[in-house]
T-cell receptor, first 110, second 111 residues
């Protein structure tokens, strides 16, 4: 089992470009999450999805959109990237109580 | 909104020493989680705590769910070089699906 996978691992964008970060899980979990991690800030929740077909905003949703395509996949889209969105992005799923994280996508916006 | 504070922010210790770190909140949490993150990796769950007063061990790690439900601590005994990393606490409150993370404690172990 791969657990939680994320693509791409690295990405460099110019300001104003758009892109979609992909996340897939094979753990059959209902809940999926997107976090961003910045130095000294820990993990901040962007959006989460409690089940297929539902999404909710987290702490820092501005500038992002999400799609819960099916139970396995949860994507994060940046419509017009800004330098402030330079960060490491983690996708996670949740079983009964605990979360399981993917390896992360390192995004740089110039 | 809910916020978690972790202390200390960073620690430099000698190999073999014991480590203690804690996490506090202004809100009540129903579940406390402790994660470790190695460089370039995603966080990995170390210990999960489900009720107030609970004390749980995982090898050299011991964590407790505070009685007030507003705090938790993690102890590491006899530290070794592979304990190096960032330790995050996380809490789940009334919303079953929403988990909030603290800013992390960075641990360095000097051989």
């Amino acid at each position: 089992n791969a657990g939680v996978t994320q693509t791409p691992k690295f990405q460099v964008l110019k300001t104003g470009q758009s892109m979609t970060l992909q996340c897939a899980q094979d753990m059959n979990h209902n809940s999926m999450y997107w976090y961003r991690q910045d130095p000294g800030m820990g993990l901040r929740l962007i959006y989460y999805s409690a089940s297929e077909g539902t999404t909710d905003k987290g702490e820092v949703p501005n500038g992002y959109n999400v799609s819960r395509l099916n139970k396995r996949e949860f994507s994060l889209r940046l419509e017009s990237a800004a330098p402030s969105q330079t960060s490491v992005y983690f996708c996670a799923t949740k079983g009964l109580y605990e979360q399981y994280f993917g390896p992360g996508t390192r995004l740089t916006v110039t | 909104g809910q916020q978690l504070n972790q202390s200390p922010q960073s620690m430099f210790i000698q190999e073999g020493e014991d480590v203690s770190m804690n996490c506090t909140s202004s809100s009540i949490f129903n579940t406390w989680l402790w994660y470790k993150q190695d460089p370039g990796e995603g966080p990995v769950l170390l210990i999960a705590l489900y009720k107030a007063g609970e004390l749980t061990s995982n090898g050299r790690l011991t964590a407790q769910f505070g009685i007030t439900r507003k705090d938790s601590f993690l102890n590491i005994s006899a530290s070794i070089p592979s304990d190096v990393g960032i330790y995050f606490c996380a809490g789940r409150g009334a919303s079953y699906d929403k988990v909030i993370f603290g800013p992390g404690t960075s641990l360095s172990v000097i051989p």
